[in-house]
């Protein structure tokens, strides 16, 4: 258990759909990440919150949309997807975005587009 | 941009040492992290360097060589669970900013 959990585990979706992701932190952390992770590749950042605000949104797509609506909380709502965006989604948190500060992870929710 | 390079997969037997080597080529270094991360799991925080140097955490240690941009982890007395996955990521050039190697696959054999 790291502090950081997400909901669900496992998503399959057709391209139509919507569908939100959730993570939720309870390590008093003010910064919040999304992260994709692909088969045999590196995990990619996606968009980064500090303090509830976004300071990162790292060239990825509009049918990703995130959300943070307070320093525990962070959504990733997903809307007309590709079958190339099946993937790993990993959150992470950390106490701040600067100096020594680790990123802590969740479990991850394993998308499946179909 | 960053290119952070590391093996794809490692064997090694129980009881044994494994040394993973990372190396990277990046725009601003604020510091190398080490992950571990289990099938279906999340990562979780091994190691840190920032200076130059070797860390000692228990059976595991991490060496960071800024000048070469070369890093490793050291992984001794290898036990069965220590089989997953190390990631290698590089802090920088905002401190928020991780970029990460695809990841080594440690397999350790009985």
């Known amino acids: 258990e790291t502090g950081v959990t997400q909901t669900p585990r496992h998503l399959v979706m057709g391209m139509t759909n919507k569908k939100s992701l959730k993570c939720e932190q309870h390590?008093?952390?003010?910064?919040m990440y999304w992260y994709k992770q692909s088969a045999k590749k590196p995990l990619e950042l996606m968009f980064v919150y500090s303090l509830e605000e976004r300071v990162e949104n790292n060239s990825v797509p509009s049918r990703f949309s995130p959300e943070c609506p307070n320093s525990s909380h962070l959504f990733l709502h997903l809307h007309t997807l590709q079958p190339e965006d099946s993937a790993l989604y990993l959150c992470?948190?950390?106490?701040?975005?600067?100096?020594?500060?680790?990123?802590?992870f969740g479990p991850g929710t394993r998308l499946t587009v179909l | 941009g960053q290119n952070i390079d590391q093996p794809t997969e490692m064997t090694a037997t129980e009881g044994a040492i494994v040394q993973i080597n990372c190396t990277y080529q990046?725009?601003?270094?604020?510091?190398l992290f080490w992950y571990q991360q289990h099938a279906g799991e999340a990562p979780t925080f091994l190691s840190y360097?920032?200076?130059?140097g070797l860390e000692e955490k228990g059976r595991f240690s991490s060496f960071l060589s800024r000048s070469k941009g070369y890093s490793y982890l050291l992984l001794k007395e290898l036990q069965m669970k220590d089989s997953a996955s190390y990631l290698c990521?590089?802090?920088?050039?905002?401190?928020?900013?991780?970029?990460f190697g695809a990841g080594t696959t440690v397999t350790v054999r009985a």
């Open positions: 992470a948190s950390s106490r701040g975005t600067s100096g020594t500060d680790t990123q802590y």
């Open positions: 990521a590089v802090r920088g050039p905002n401190d928020y900013k991780l970029s």
């Open positions: 990046t725009s601003g270094f604020n510091g």
């Open positions: 360097n920032v200076l130059d």
């Open positions: 390590l008093g952390h003010n910064a």
